[in-house]
């Protein structure tokens, strides 16, 4: 018995030293003395030493995670490009009559209303020519009232001498009048029928000299009128490319200030041809929602509607060009600004969505971590749709109600135990 606990013993013996093993003999002596020493020198060889306490300490802690909830909602369908703004109108304002400007109404990048006063150009010339043309009118009008005058008196000559030509025609046969005193009388008679026609043409003559008057007032009047310039557009005004004291030029190639409509305002982008169809179809079904996210300020989208599609597609960039309309009262978009574009082509009802930053992308696709009911982590393969805002559409991989992971994927691995972060806050709390 003794002697086979020995050999027992010295089979232990050849494990601590690590395979080494040693025929002797003593052996039956020896090892058991040697056994005695190596369990008060080395005591970890002895299996009956390790505790409960080693087991715990070889256990991995749980990994924290945030969650998030697989949930059934709607999700626009979007089409995303980059944009530039644009003005509807664009106003060069140039002035229509020579002049020395005198006055500037405005500072330079000042918003303007329409019909609001631009520049004052000096009136002066302008209100000599009206006064003129004024002038002239009257001397036209009297002048066509002594025609008038005139026309009446040599008619009523006229009325007279024909009376008397009608009176010697029925004496000349009888001898009562003299051949030669009714050719004087007849002579006169046509005469002054004459001057009567030549003073009708003359009153003719005195309206149009009138007519034409009052119409050298009228363009005198504009003129006047064009001394004083207007903006015909509400807008932001530019540079101001001349000053007060300037002598100006009628229709200068160089406009005095530009004008440009900001609200509301276009914002034009192009998208691949391929998305041409969807675009129209969404749009025969009513306004097709455009949001426009300005750079640096992409907090709060700014919303539109599409108002235009151009008529053929870009065969050199497979692309279709597009406007669309914004209000743009809050002047958040300025022209020559880019944009990112989002357009909602239609909506996907009771799509399966999860935390867009719950999915992750590996080796073979996408994937999430699940936790299972005992809470330990599932690494499932999901296939994704369409992304919008926080939340991204899943088509296969999960159930409504399932809890993905959403933070905390680093230290994951499939089976792991998991802990969610809001839980051991609440423990924390009491």
Request: net charge negative; aromatic share 4%.
């Amino acid at each position: 018995m003794k002697k086979n606990t020995a050999s027992f013993c010295s089979i232990r013996f050849v494990d601590c030293l690590s395979g080494v093993f040693i025929l002797h003999p003593l052996s039956s002596v020896i090892v058991p003395i040697m056994l005695a020493l190596l369990t008060v020198a080395a005591p970890g060889c002895n299996p009956a030493t390790a505790g409960p306490n080693d087991a715990k300490a070889a256990a991995k802690p749980p990994v924290v995670v945030k969650v998030g909830v697989v949930s059934v909602q709607s999700v626009p369908v979007e089409l995303s490009g980059v944009g530039t703004v644009e003005s509807i109108t664009t106003i060069q304002v140039r002035a229509q009559v020579p002049g020395e400007l005198t006055q500037i109404h405005f500072k330079e990048g000042e918003r303007v209303e329409k019909g609001q006063l631009l520049f004052t150009i000096d009136p002066r010339p302008y209100q000599v020519a009206l006064a003129q043309a004024e002038a002239n009118v009257s001397k036209m009008e009297a002048m066509a009232e002594q025609t008038r005058a005139q026309l009446t008196r040599d008619k009523a000559q006229a009325d007279n001498a024909q009376a008397e030509l009608e009176r010697d025609r029925p004496l000349l046969p009888k001898g009562m009048v003299s051949k030669e005193e009714f050719e004087s009388v007849r002579t006169n008679a046509e005469a002054l029928k004459a001057v009567v026609a030549a003073d009708a043409a003359g009153i003719k003559s005195a309206v149009e000299s009138v007519r034409s008057a009052k119409v050298a007032i009228d363009n005198a009047q504009l003129q006047l009128e064009y001394c004083t310039i207007h903006a015909t557009t509400t807008g932001l005004t530019g540079s101001l490319l001349v000053h007060a004291g300037n002598v100006i030029l009628a229709a200068n190639p160089t406009p005095l200030v530009t004008i440009k409509q900001i609200a509301p305002i276009n914002v034009t982008f192009s998208l691949p041809e391929r998305n041409l169809d969807t675009v129209r179809a969404s749009m025969a079904k009513g306004p097709v929602t455009v949001k426009a996210l300005p750079q640096g300020d992409e907090t709060i989208p700014v919303e539109g509607a599409v108002s235009f599609v151009d008529n053929e597609v870009n065969q050199d960039t497979g692309t279709i060009r597009l406007k669309a309309l914004f209000p743009n009262d809050d002047a958040r978009l300025w022209p020559g600004q880019f944009v990112r574009v989002v357009v909602q082509v239609a909506v996907q009802a009771d799509a399966t969505v999860v935390p867009a930053r719950a999915v992750q992308t590996g080796q073979k696709g996408t994937y999430v971590y699940v936790i299972k009911p005992g809470m330990t982590a599932e690494l499932r393969p999901v296939t994704t749709g369409d992304s919008h805002e926080e939340v991204t559409v899943v088509k296969e991989g999960l159930t409504t109600d399932e809890q993905v992971v959403t933070d905390g994927h680093v230290k994951l691995m499939p089976g792991a135990t998991v802990k969610i972060a809001d839980e051991k806050a609440a423990g924390d709390n009491k």
